[in-house]
């Protein structure tokens, strides 16, 4: 009898040891499986085996977080380890207006829902609020008007929500295994507001929403979010020992906003769609539709937690044990308080130079943006301070992008492939799509030399070689009009040529000097260190610029650092008001340090497509070969 290999899962293989189990049996040593009609019933076995046992796999798969595939089992797992995944978010505006009235009342009150109206890109977005605002002391108008003088409420600063206010009703039966469940999978959560009244009364208690147990005792109005199956919610509330219970006949108020999430973002116009009432409670008219005025355009709107994201997080969440203190656990917290977060970077103040023991220092990649809005900083640091340790200081700090950017030569065979601006379009593509790999667009991330030439190289088989050049670059915001010293980090070596030419800048203009500057280095013997010189560009040649400031700082170029001493910039000739600051790596391999952020620049990345005469027989002998040098620091600025 032939041993069994049970991990064979291929129809072929299972079909193979079939055949090989009956040969070994004596009744069928002779017999033609292929010829006969049992080569039909081995194939209905192999058939039946193989789909049984994919399946069995399938469902071990499905038993475990990491390997999981369906959205309904992956939030199942998480939720036994008291992960809850993020719901859709609404994006979030902020406007002023004036409300003007006649009559007497001594405030005006927006009802919760339906505010506005904001236009993007030609579609139309509602926003509501999911509370009653209420504006006291409206302000009189003008002496002058005698007649019926209106009233004017401003509401200012006031944050709207992109969405649909929606209300439901569940009355609570004892009797049943009843669920109040929320029957829409485009809720933003965070807007839900819960009220329980008695049967025929005409207000209740406002219930509030808790992620775990900790503090509840038998009297506390709480209750919990899960997530079930087509991305719907359900509420939890409380048995009589964790939170109260509820009783027969109790009514549960529930409202919510759902959204479009991201789509409902960058939304600046907005038009008055609410409706207001007096201090009586009875409806205003206004006595002119307000005008709303923007002060922030919608922002922060988000989908529903990917699964990918939900494997990653949710471990990271459960370990950090609703605390605060190691690395994993602010990244895992902030993933979950602020969903927006694209990549989180945590630095203990032990780390910095000087140490700032008892310090945590936070950097934060939003998704589609840039930068942190203060008001966002200050909303995270509140939300991380119920994990917070006492003792421990958390600070936010502006993302430091470190961009790479290239400039290849790219050499192609003209016989097979002739189209030069195509071919450059195909490299772009190509380019592009690695520049969007996990490798990338991450703190700690890694640019990968190797990984790029092959992206280039296996763009078209028309292509023979690429000579690909590095640039690393980072933008120094300054300070307008005022001293300022400046740090710029790179992370990664610089190469050191003694003639200069090292560390490149676009233009500025700083107090006392009209003409248009520039940042270079002067390196030391050693070439492990050097200073930074602003230098002046003349017609004639740039080898040897005046020098306007011979010592207006350092440069490391084996931590890749640049220290620039007090300045007084006050323009910069980037539209942007950066200065951007290049310098070549000394490795090939870029590596995003700490809290530098590596991101591939396309925009300033150069593709220069070259006949490979060679290959295609223009040049046999090879003379009048064009080649191009792998490294070369050109002119003193930054083009």
Not at 377 to 400: F, T
Not at 502 to 507: A, E, F, L, Q, R
């Amino acid at each position: 009898m032939p041993v069994t290999k049970f991990t064979n899962l291929d129809f072929d293989q299972i079909k193979g040891q079939i055949k090989s189990y009956l040969r070994a049996n004596s009744n069928f040593t002779d017999f033609d499986f292929e010829g006969s009609n049992m080569s039909i019933l081995i194939d209905i076995l192999a058939y039946n085996t193989y789909i049984s046992a994919f399946n069995s796999n399938m469902v071990v798969n499905e038993s475990f977080l990491d390997s999981a595939t369906l959205r309904e089992n992956v939030v199942s797992l998480a939720r036994n380890i008291g992960y809850v995944p993020r719901s859709r978010k609404s994006s979030e505006a902020i406007i002023n207006f004036d409300y003007k009235f006649n009559g007497n009342s001594n405030s005006v009150t927006l009802k919760k829902g339906l505010v506005a109206v904001g236009v993007q890109n030609n579609t139309s977005f509602t926003f509501s609020i999911p509370e009653d605002i209420t504006v006291s002391s409206p302000v009189d108008a003008g002496s002058n008007i005698t007649v019926n003088p209106p009233r004017t409420a401003q509401f200012r600063n006031l944050t709207i929500y992109q969405g649909t206010l929606l209300k439901k009703n569940f009355i609570v039966n004892a009797s049943l295994d009843q669920r109040f469940i929320l029957d829409n999978s485009f809720i933003d959560t965070a807007s839900i507001r819960v009220f329980v009244r008695k049967s025929g009364a005409s207000s209740g208690l406002e219930y509030s929403v808790v992620d775990n147990i900790t503090g509840i005792n038998e009297k506390s109005n709480i209750y919990l979010i899960q997530e079930i199956k087509d991305e719907k919610y359900e509420l939890l509330f409380g048995d009589g020992l964790f939170g109260k219970k509820l009783e027969n006949g109790d009514v549960v108020e529930v409202s919510y906003i759902i959204t479009d999430g991201k789509a409902g973002n960058d939304g600046k116009k907005f038009s008055f769609s609410a409706d207001a009432v007096d201090d009586a409670g009875n409806p205003l008219s206004a006595a002119a539709t307000p005008v709303l005025t923007t002060i922030q355009t919608a922002k922060g709107g988000g989908d529903i937690e990917e699964i990918d994201s939900i494997k990653y997080i949710a471990p990271r969440v459960y370990s950090s044990q609703y605390r605060a203190v190691t690395a994993k656990d602010y990244e895992g917290i902030i993933q979950s308080v602020f969903p927006d977060a694209e990549s989180v970077s945590v630095i203990g103040g032990e780390e910095l130079d000087p140490p700032e023991y008892g310090t945590v220092v936070l950097s934060v990649k939003p998704r589609n943006s840039t930068y942190l809005s203060d008001f966002t900083k200050v909303q995270i640091l509140d939300r991380l301070k119920r994990y917070s340790i006492a003792g421990i200081n958390q600070r936010i700090v502006d993302l430091k992008i470190l961009f790479v950017e290239l400039d290849t030569s790219v050499y192609f065979n003209s016989n097979i492939y002739s189209d030069i601006d195509g071919l450059k379009t195909q490299v772009t593509n190509s380019l592009t799509d690695y520049g969007k790999s996990t490798n990338l667009n991450a703190f700690g991330g890694r640019f990968k030399y190797s990984d790029a030439l092959k992206a280039i190289d296996g763009t078209n088989n028309a292509i023979t070689s690429n000579i690909t050049r590095l640039t690393i670059r980072r933008d120094l915001k300054p300070v307008f009009n005022a001293f300022t010293q400046y740090e710029l980090c790179f992370g990664n070596a610089f190469h050191a040529n003694p003639k200069g030419k090292n560390i490149k800048s676009t233009g500025f203009t700083i107090t006392g000097n009209p003409n248009t500057l520039y940042f270079t280095d002067l390196p030391h013997e050693d070439l492990k260190t050097g200073d930074i010189a602003v230098v002046q560009l003349t017609e004639l040649s740039d080898d040897a610029p005046p020098v306007v400031l011979p010592s207006a700082g350092t440069v490391d170029y084996v931590k890749g650092e640049i220290m620039i001493n007090t300045i007084n910039i006050t323009g910069t000739s980037r539209a942007s008001g950066v200065v951007e600051i290049q310098a070549y790596p000394e490795s090939n391999d870029i590596i995003g340090l700490k809290d530098i952020y590596l991101q591939l620049d396309m925009s300033n990345t150069k593709i220069n497509i070259v006949r490979d005469t060679i290959s295609s027989g223009q040049q046999i002998s090879g003379i009048g070969y064009k080649v191009t040098s792998s490294y070369s620091n050109g002119t003193i600025i930054r083009s």
